[in-house]
C-alpha cells in the first residue's frame, strides 16, 4: 500500500474542535510558541527514562511502570531510538509536549543527531503527543491509518485524563497533532541507510497497533502489541482477538530482541509467557464463563494466578477479564 502524505491538510486538531472546555487551556493564541520557550525554561525530570541498549545505533528508552504522573509528564512507556546516518528516528514522541522535551533531553546522552523522523505505533497518548514538539524540530510524523482515527476520536479523552493525571502545568504546550504521513497495511523506510518496515497489526490494545521491523538487525519494536514487566491492560477499545493474531503477526518476524511498548526489551519468549499467555488464558476462562450461561461477576473471578507475579496484577486482571468478557458476550 502508498503511502499517503497528507501535507496539503491541516494537521494540528484544533483543541475547540475537540472540547469547547479545552480550547481556553491549551489553544490560547500563540499558546505552542510559548509552551516551547516554557519547555526551554523548566527542565526535564532527568533519570524518568532508562537508556538501553538494544544493538549498534538501537536503543529502548525505558519509562515508569506505573500509571502517567507529573514526574513522569506521561512518559510511563517504552520508547524506541534508531540512530542513523541521517539522524535520529524515534518510535513514540511522548506523552506531552514536556514529555517530548524530556525524550529529546534523553538522547543528547546517546548523539547530538537531531530527530528525523518520529513513528506513531498506536492511539495510547504517550504514542503521539509529543509529535508537536517534534514536527516543529523538523520531524517527519508517520502512522498506520487506524492509529491516526484512533487518536482523534479520542484526543479530548485523553487531554481530560492527562490534566487529572499529570495536571496542567505539566500538561502546558501539548496539542493534538498526527501524522502527516500514512499508510494502511505496511510501508518500508530508509532513513540514512537503515532500513525499517512498518506493519499495521492491530487491532490489539488499541486499533491502530503498528509493529516497527529492523529485518537486518531482526529486531522488532513492538509498540502495545507487546507489555512486558508489568500485567498488560485490555481496555473498552482494546481487541482480544485481534490482539493475539497481532502477536502471531510478530512471531511471523522471528525477532532475535523485542522492544515492547512497556517494559525492557527482550527474546520473544517473554512476550509469549507475559503477554500472549495472559491473553489465550483471559478468552480462554471467559469464554469458558460464556458457555455455562454465567455473568460479568464470575468473569472476574476467573483463575490468573499464574500471572500474579506481574506488577499491577492486583488492580488490573479482573478488569481485564471483565472488558474480555463484555468484548466475547457479542462475538
Known amino acids: 500500500m502508498v503511502a499517503r502524505d497528507r501535507t496539503e491538510k491541516p494537521t494540528g486538531i484544533p483543541m475547540h474542535s475537540l472540547a469547547h472546555g479545552w480550547s481556553r487551556r491549551f489553544r490560547a493564541a500563540g499558546l505552542l510558541a510559548a509552551a516551547l520557550v516554557v519547555l526551554a525554561i523548566l527542565p526535564a525530570r532527568a533519570g524518568v527514562?532508562?537508556?538501553?541498549?538494544?544493538?549498534?545505533?538501537?536503543?529502548?528508552?525505558?519509562?515508569?511502570?506505573?500509571?502517567?504522573?507529573?514526574?513522569n509528564l506521561g512518559n510511563n512507556a517504552t520508547f524506541g531510538v534508531v540512530v542513523t546516518d541521517a539522524g535520529v528516528v524515534l518510535i513514540d514522541s511522548g506523552g506531552s509536549a514536556r514529555g517530548a522535551a524530556m525524550i529529546a533531553e534523553t538522547l543528547q546522552t546517546i548523539t547530538d543527531k537531531p530527530v528525523?523522523?518520529?513513528?506513531?505505533?498506536?492511539?495510547q497518548d504517550h504514542r503521539w503527543l509529543g509529535n508537536a514538539y517534534f514536527k516543529s524540530k523538523g520531524a517527519e510524523i508517520i502512522a498506520a491509518d487506524a492509529a491516526v482515527r484512533d487518536q482523534t476520536a479520542r484526543?479530548?479523552?485523553?487531554?481530560?485524563?492527562?490534566?487529572?493525571?499529570?495536571?496542567?502545568?505539566?500538561?502546558?504546550?501539548?496539542e493534538a497533532v498526527p501524522a502527516e504521513r500514512t499508510f494502511e497495511s505496511a510501508l518500508e523506510l530508509e532513513v540514512g541507510g537503515t532500513k525499517l518496515v512498518l506493519k499495521?497489526?492491530?487491532p490489539a490494545h488499541t486499533p491502530g497497533?503498528?509493529?516497527v521491523w529492523l529485518p537486518k538487525e531482526r529486531i522488532a519494536f513492538a509498540g502495545d502489541v507487546v507489555f512486558l514487566d508489568r500485567m498488560l491492560g485490555v481496555l473498552p477499545y482494546s481487541n482480544s482477538?485481534?490482539?493475539?493474531a497481532a502477536f502471531k503477526a510478530l512471531e511471523v518476524l522471528d525477532p532475535a530482541i523485542v522492544v515492547p511498548g512497556h517494559g525492557r526489551p527482550a527474546p520473544l519468549s517473554a512476550g509469549i509467557a507475559q503477554t500472549f499467555d495472559v491473553l489465550v488464558n483471559l478468552r480462554s476462562e471467559v469464554g469458558a464463563v460464556l458457555e455455562r450461561g454465567g455473568d460479568m461477576t464470575e468473569a472476574a473471578d476467573i483463575d490468573q494466578s499464574a500471572f500474579a507475579a506481574l506488577p499491577n496484577f492486583e488492580t488490573l486482571s479482573r478488569r481485564n477479564a471483565q472488558a474480555v468478557f463484555m468484548e466475547m458476550e457479542f462475538e
Open 49 to 71: 527514562l532508562e537508556v538501553v541498549p538494544v544493538a549498534d545505533n538501537v536503543y529502548a528508552l525505558v519509562g515508569p511502570l506505573g500509571q502517567r504522573s507529573a514526574d
Open 116 to 123: 528525523v523522523t518520529v513513528i506513531n505505533t498506536g492511539g
Open 155 to 174: 484526543a479530548d479523552e485523553q487531554f481530560f485524563m492527562l490534566t487529572n493525571l499529570i495536571g496542567e502545568e505539566a500538561l502546558a504546550g501539548t
Open 200 to 202: 499495521m497489526a492491530g
Open 209 to 211: 497497533d503498528t509493529i
Open 241 to 244: 482477538a485481534g490482539w493475539i
